[in-house]
C-alpha cells in the first residue's frame, strides 16, 4: 500500500473527490474574488457566479461522456505527439494556478494578520506541508479534504448566519446596472471554477468513471449553491461602491458584526478555518502539479519531482509578490482550458480524430492571441487636474483642465466650463 502511493497511484471515491473540488472551489471566497467581483459586475454578480458553476457542470458531463479521461481524450483526438505536448501544456498551467492560489493565500495572512512579515516564510512553510503531504501520493491528500470538509461546512454557514443583521437586500438593484459586458466576462471568468473541474477529469483513470462522475456532479452543484450564497450575501453587505477596497469577501462580511463584549471582533475565530482552508487547497493543487507531471512524462515514481516542484512554485511567488501578473492565469486560464477540453471532446465525438486536430491548430493560435482588450492607455483617460466652482449668474459654474497629451515631450491643457442650475 506505501509502495503504491508514494509511485503516484490514486484511490479516490465519491466523498474525497467532492471534497476536493469542493474545497478548491469555495476556497476562493476567501481571497479577492468576492469584493473584486462585486466592485466589477455589481448586483448581478451572484447569479453570474451560479452561471459558471452551471456551465462547468455541463462541460463537466459533456467531456466525462466521451469515456475516457482527459489525458486519453487529447491522444484520442489529436495524436500521441500532439496529445503529449497538450499534456505538458496543462502541466504547467497546474503550476502556475498553484502558485497563484498560494500567492493569494500569503497575500491575506499578511494583511490580516502579519503585516511586516516576509511573505517568504509563509510560502516556504506552506509548501513543506505540500511537500510532506504530497510523499504520499494524492490519495493523502483527498483524504485531508475529507477530513476537514465538515468544519468547511460549518464555517461558512457561520459566516452567513453571522452577517444576517448587516444585510440590505436593497443593494442587489439594479440587477443589470453595469451592463452585459460585464456581466459575461463575470459569467467566464468569475471564479477558477472550470480549472477545478478539470481535475476530477484528469483523475477519471484512477478514480473510475463512475465516482469521476458522481463525485463532479455533487460537487459543482452544492459548490455552485455556496459561492452563489457567499456573493449574494456580501453584496447585501457591501456595494460595488466599497467592495473593491476589501481584501477577503467571507472575513469582510463578519469583520464589523458586534456580539457583545464577550466576543467583540468576531471575524477572528475563522482566522484559523481560513488558513486551513487555505492550506489544504495549497496541498492539492501542489499535489495535482506533480501528479499531471508525472502522467505527463510517464514516470511512476514521483517523490524526486516534489522538492523541484516546491521550490518552482515558490520562485514564482518570489518573483511576482502580489503582482497582478498572475491574476489572469486564475481568471481566465480555467475557462480556456476547458473550452479546449470541451471542443477536443465535441470535435472527437462529431468529427473524428483528424478533424479534432485540424480544428484544435485554429483553436490554439486563438486562446494564446487573447490580449488586454479591456486595458486603457493614461492618454484614454480624462483626469482632471483643476477643479474650480464658482457662484454664476443662475446657479453655479464649475471649471475643470484636463491634460490632453499631444505628444509624448509635452502636453496641453483643456479647460471645460458647465453652467447648472444646481
Known sequence: ????????????????????????????????????????EGGSCWYTAALSCGAAFLGFWFINSCGFPLFELFEKSLGKTAGK???VLFSAYFYLYAAAALNEFIKIIKIYNFPTASPVIFAAASLAAAVIVGANGFTAVSRLSEFYIKLVIITYLLIFALGTGQYSYMRL????????????SGFFSGISVFSDALILLCLKSEAGSKNCFRAGRSALIFSGITVTAATLFYNCVFDYTVSGEKASGMLETVKNVYRGHLVQRVESVFFLMMTVVFAVSVCILFSFAVHMFGKAFEIQDRRPCLVP??????????IMPFASALSPILKWGGAAAFGISAAAAAVYKLKGRARAAACMAV??????????????????EAYAILLGVDKAKNGVKLTAAMPTYESEEESQNAVYTVVAEN
Open 1 to 40: 500500500m506505501e509502495e503504491k502511493a508514494m509511485s503516484g497511484e490514486i484511490s479516490v471515491g465519491k466523498r474525497e473527490g467532492f471534497s476536493v473540488v469542493y474545497i478548491l472551489i469555495t476556497a476562493k471566497m476567501f481571497c479577492s474574488y468576492l469584493p473584486c467581483a462585486v466592485a466589477a
Open 85 to 87: 505536448a497538450m499534456q
Open 173 to 184: 438593484f439594479p440587477v443589470f446596472g453595469h451592463g452585459a459586458v460585464s456581466i459575461a
Open 309 to 318: 516542484s516546491a521550490a518552482l512554485i515558490l520562485g514564482i511567488c518570489v
Open 363 to 380: 483553436i490554439l493560435p486563438l486562446v494564446l492571441l487573447c490580449g488586454c482588450s479591456d486595458m486603457r492607455e493614461v492618454s484614454d
